[in-house]
C-alpha cells in the first residue's frame, strides 16, 4: 500500500505540470488594444492589493490560532503538536489556491476580450484554459498537502502513534483550509457585493449609464469584486470541501484498518478517498481537451462535454480502484460492508451533486418558469418583484434537500457511514473540472466589461455577452454543487468527530443536546446578518463616493448630461457631444472605490470568522461532545436550508434583470432598460446580490469549518467529559453515582432487614400467645 502514496503524489506533480503548460499558454496569448491594457492592468492591480492586504490579515489569525493548537494538541493523548504543522500546511495551501485563480484569472480576462474580437470558439478557449489552471491547480495542491503529510507521519510516527493519531494530526490540514476558506469567501462577497451595489444603484438607476462603462467610479472595483468573490472565493471554498471529504472518509476508514479481511489491504479504506481524488485529477485533464465550440456554437454545450466524459471516466475508474483497494465483504458492528456497496455509494453521491445542479438551474435559469414570474411580478415595482424572488428561493429548497436526504439514506444502506463519506468524495472528485467551468465565469464576465469599458464593436461585446451568459448559469450550478457537497461533506466530518470522541449516538431527549440544537439552528440566521449588514455599511460608503465623484468631477459631471441626451446610445450623438465623453474617460478616481471595498471586506470579515471558529471549541468544552454534536446537527440543517434559499434567490432574481435588459415582450408588456419594471428588477438583484455572492455561498464553509473544529478537538474533548450542571469530571461523577448505587443497595438490605426482624417477632408473639393458651387449658384438667 506504501507504493499508492508515491502514485498519488505523481498525479499531484502531473496536475501542477499541466497548469504550468496552461498559465503559460494563456499568458503567450494577445492582450489586445493599449485601452484595453490599461483597464485590465487596472483590475489586476486592485485584485492584487486585496489579496495582499487579505493575507496580512490572515497571518496573523494563522499564528494566533497555531499557537492555541500547540497547546490543545500536546495535551491530547490521540494527538501531538505536529498538528500545528498540518494546520499551517492547509491555510498555506488555501491561500496559495486562491493566488493561482487570482492571477490566472486576471491575465485570462482580457485576453479573452481580444480572442472575441476574432471568434466565439477562440475566447471560449481562453476563457476555459484560465478556468483550468484554477482548478486543476486547487486539486493538485489538496491531493500534494494531504499525500506528502500522510507519507511524511506514517514514516516518523506509525509505529509508535498508530494510524488513530496520524490521521488525527491530518485533521488540522482541513483546519487550516476552511478557516481560510471562511475568510476569503465572506471578505470576498463584502468586496465584490459593496462594489455591485454602488455601481448598480448609482450608475444604473440614478445616472442611467450601462453597466461597466468607464465613466461609473465603482465599474473596476465591480470587475475585481468577481474575481475576488467568485474565483478565489468559490476555489476557496471547493478546496476546503475536497481535503474535508477525504480526511472525513480517511478517519472512517481507519475503523476497517484492524478487521481480519483487511490484513492484506492495509490501510485501504484509509488511501481509497486520496487514490480516487488523485485519479479524479488525470480524468479532469482529459476531460479539458473536450471543451471546444465552432462559430454559432453553444458554449455550455462544450462545457458540458468536458463534464460528462470527466465524470464518465470517473465512474469508470472508480470501480476499479474500490475493488481492488477493498475486500470484497466485512463486517463491523453488525453491519455487512462490501467493496461494491462502496462503490454504489460513490454513484449516489455524484447523482445527488448533479441533481442539485441541475434543479438550481431550473429555478435560477433565464426563460424558466420560476424566474419568468419574478419578471412579471417587476411591472407592478420593487415590492411584489422581492416578493416573488423571497417564494421562488423558500420553494426551491424543497427538491435539492430530497435529494441530498435520498443521497444520505442511498449511502447509508449501501455502506454506512463511510458510504456517505465516500459520496462526498465522489461528488468531489471531478472538483478539477468543475472549478475550471465554475471560474470561467467571473473571466467571461470580466471580458464583457473590458470589452464594454474599451468601447469595443457590437458583435465583441455580443460574443463576450453569450460566454457571460452561460457563466452566470455554471456559476447557479456551481453554486448549488458547492452546497450539496458541503452538505455531505459537514456530515463526513460529524460522523468522523462522533468516532473520534467516543459518541455513539445523541440522545436528543437530553436537556444539554436539545440547547445545543437551538444554538446550532440559530447561528447560520445571525452569520447571515453579520454578513448582510456588512454589506449593506460598505455599500452605503460607496454610494457616497460615487455620487461625489459625479457630482464634483466637471468631466463626469459634463459627461453624465450627454449620456442622458441620447439615452446611452452615442451612436446618435454629434462630434463635440463625443469628445464631451472622451474628455471624461479615466476621469473616474477608481482606486478610491477600490480602497472602500478593500478596507471594508477586511474589517467586516472578522466577526462572522470568529463566531464560526469560537462557538464549536466553547460548547465543546463546557458542554461535553453530546452538546457539541447537537450544535452541528442544528448549524448543518439550517445552514443547508439557508444556503439553498439565499444562493436561488440571488440568482432568480439576477437573471430576471437580464431577462428584462434583453427587450423581450411578456403578457403584452415591453420590458427593456429604463422601464419601472427595469427599475424594480435592478432593486431586487440589489437585494439578492449578498445573498447569492456573500452570505449564501459563506453558509457552506460555515457548516464544515464547524465539523471540523469539533474534529480537531475532539480528542481533547473525549479525555474528560464534562457535565454541564457540575464543574466536576465525568469520571468523579461516576464514581460518586456507583457509590450512591451501592449505599442505596445497602439501605434497601437494611430495610428487608428490619422487616425480617419484624416479621420474626410477630411469630414469636403468635407462639407465645398459643404456649399460654395450652398452660391455661393444662391447669383447668381435673385431679386423678
Known amino acids: 500500500m506504501n507504493i499508492i502514496i508515491y502514485f498519488i503524489l505523481a498525479f499531484s506533480v502531473i496536475g501542477f505540470l499541466f497548469m504550468f503548460w496552461k498559465t503559460s499558454w494563456v499568458t503567450k496569448q494577445e492582450v489586445g488594444t493599449e485601452r484595453m491594457a490599461t483597464i485590465a492592468q487596472h483590475i489586476s492591480q486592485g485584485a492584487m492589493a486585496f489579496l495582499r492586504a487579505e493575507y496580512k490579515v490572515l497571518s496573523v489569525f494563522v499564528v494566533a490560532v497555531a499557537v492555541l493548537l500547540f497547546f490543545n494538541s500536546s495535551s491530547s493523548a490521540d494527538s501531538n503538536a505536529y498538528a500545528v504543522l498540518s494546520f499551517i500546511v492547509g491555510a498555506v495551501f488555501s491561500a496559495l489556491a486562491g493566488f493561482i485563480g487570482m492571477n490566472i484569472a486576471t491575465k485570462a480576462n482580457v485576453r479573452t476580450t481580444n480572442a472575441a474580437r476574432t471568434s466565439l470558439g477562440k475566447a471560449l478557449v481562453v476563457a476555459f484554459n484560465g478556468g483550468s489552471v484554477m482548478g486543476l491547480g486547487v486539486v493538485s495542491l489538496g491531493v500534494f498537502g494531504l499525500g506528502s503529510l500522510f507519507l511524511f507521519y506514517s514514516a516518523i510516527g506509525m509505529d509508535e502513534w498508530g494510524i488513530t493519531v496520524i490521521l488525527n494530526v491530518i485533521s488540522a490540514f482541513s483546519l487550516g483550509a476552511s478557516s481560510i476558506a471562511l475568510f476569503a469567501r465572506v471578505g470576498g462577497g463584502i468586496y465584490t457585493k459593496a462594489a455591485d451595489v454602488g455601481a448598480d444603484l448609482v450608475g444604473k438607476v440614478e445616472a442611467g449609464i450601462p453597466e461597466d462603462h468607464p465613466l461609473n467610479p465603482a465599474t473596476i472595483a465591480d470587475n475585481v469584486g468577481d474575481n475576488v468573490g467568485d474565483v478565489a472565493g468559490m476555489g476557496a471554498d471547493l478546496y476546503e470541501s475536497f481535503v474535508g471529504s477525504i480526511i472525513a472518509t480517511m478517519v472512517l476508514g481507519a475503523g476497517f484498518a484492524v478487521l481480519p479481511q483487511f490484513q492484506d489491504f492495509q490501510l485501504g479504506a484509509v488511501l481509497l478517498p486520496l487514490t480516487l481524488a488523485a485519479v479524479g485529477i488525470l480524468v479532469s485533464i482529459i476531460g479539458t481537451f473536450f471543451v471546444k465550440v465552432k462559430e454559432g456554437g453553444n458554449p455550455q454545450t462544450a462545457l458540458n462535454m468536458g463534464e460528462f466524459v470527466s465524470a464518465a471516466l470517473m465512474l469508470i475508474s472508480a470501480y476499479f480502484i474500490i475493488t481492488n483497494m477493498l475486500p470484497e465483504t466485512w463486517s463491523l458492528n453488525g453491519k455487512n460492508y462490501s467493496s461494491l456497496g462502496v462503490f454504489f455509494a460513490t454513484i449516489v453521491g455524484l447523482i445527488a451533486g448533479l441533481g442539485v445542479g441541475k434543479i438550481t438551474e431550473y429555478y435560477t435559469g433565464t426563460g424558466k ?61 471531478n472538483t478539477g473540472i468543475q472549478l475550471a467551468v465554475d471560474a470561467y465565469g467571473p473571466i467571461a464576465d470580466n471580458a464583457g466589461g473590458i470589452a464594454q469599458m474599451s468601447d469595443l464593436p457590437e458583435e465583441v461585446r455580443q460574443r463576450t455577452d453569450k460566454l457571460d451568459a452561460v457563466g452566470n448559469t455554471t456559476a447557479a450550478i456551481g453554486k448549488g454543487f458547492a452546497i450539496a457537497s458541503a452538505a455531505l461533506t459537514a456530515l463526513a466530518l460529524f460522523s468522523a468527530f462522533m468516532q473520534q470522541a467516543g459518541i455513539d449516538s445523541i440522545n436528543i431527549a437530553k436537556p444539554t443536546v436539545m440547547a445545543g440544537l437551538l444554538v446550532g439552528g440559530m447561528l447560520p440566521f445571525v452569520f447571515s446578518a453579520l454578513a448582510m449588514n456588512a454589506v449593506g455599511r460598505a455599500a452605503m460608503s460607496m454610494i457616497s463616493e460615487v455620487r461625489r465623484q459625479f457630482a464634483n468631477i466637471p468631466e463626469l459631471k459634463a459627461a453624465l448630461v450627454i449620456m442622458k441626451k441620447y439615452d446611452s446610445d452615442m451612436s446618435k450623438a454629434t462630434k463635440e457631444d463625443k469628445a464631451i465623453i472622451d474628455a471624461a474617460q479615466d476621469k473616474a478616481e477608481y482606486d478610491k472605490c477600490i480602497d472602500i471595498s478593500t478596507k471594508a471586506s477586511l474589517r467586516e470579515m472578522v466577526m462572522p470568522g470568529l463566531l464560526a471558529m469560537v462557538t464549536p471549541v466553547l460548547v465543546g468544552f463546557v458542554g461535553g461532545p453530546e452538546m457539541l454534536g447537537g450544535l452541528l446537527a442544528g448549524v448543518t440543517v439550517t445552514g443547508v436550508l439557508m444556503a439553498i434559499f439565499q444562493s436561488n434567490a440571488g440568482g432568480a432574481w439576477d437573471n430576471a434583470k437580464k431577462m428584462i435588459e434583453e427587450g423581450q415582450e411578456i403578457d403584452g408588456y415591453q420590458h427593456k ?112
Open 369 to 429: 418558469k420560476p424566474v419568468l414570474g419574478i419578471v412579471k411580478q417587476s411591472v407592478t415595482g420593487s415590492a411584489t418583484n422581492i416578493i416573488a424572488g423571497l417564494g421562488v428561493g423558500m420553494m426551491s429548497t424543497a427538491v435539492p434537500i430530497l435529494l441530498i436526504a435520498s443521497g444520505i439514506i442511498g449511502a447509508y444502506y449501501f455502506a454506512g457511514l463511510y458510504g456517505i463519506a465516500i459520496a462526498a468524495v465522489g461528488m468531489l472528485a
Open 673 to 784: 432598460k429604463g422601464t419601472d419594471s427595469h427599475k424594480a428588477s435592478v432593486v431586487g438583484d440589489t437585494v439578492g446580490d449578498p445573498f447569492k455572492d456573500t452570505s449564501g455561498p459563506s453558509l457552506n464553509i460555515l457548516l464544515k469549518l464547524m465539523s471540523v473544529v469539533a474534529l480537531v478537538i475532539a480528542p481533547s474533548i473525549a479525555d474528560v467529559k464534562w457535565d454541564l450542571a457540575s464543574d466536576v469530571p465525568q469520571e468523579k461523577i461516576e464514581y460518586v453515582q456507583a457509590a450512591e448505587e451501592e449505599i442505596y443497595t445497602i439501605n434497601e438490605a437494611e430495610v428487608n432487614i428490619e422487616k425480617l426482624v419484624v416479621n420474626t417477632e410477630e411469630i414469636i408473639a403468635e407462639k407465645q400467645e398459643s404456649v399460654i393458651v395450652f398452660d391455661k387449658k393444662d391447669q383447668q384438667k381435673p385431679n386423678i
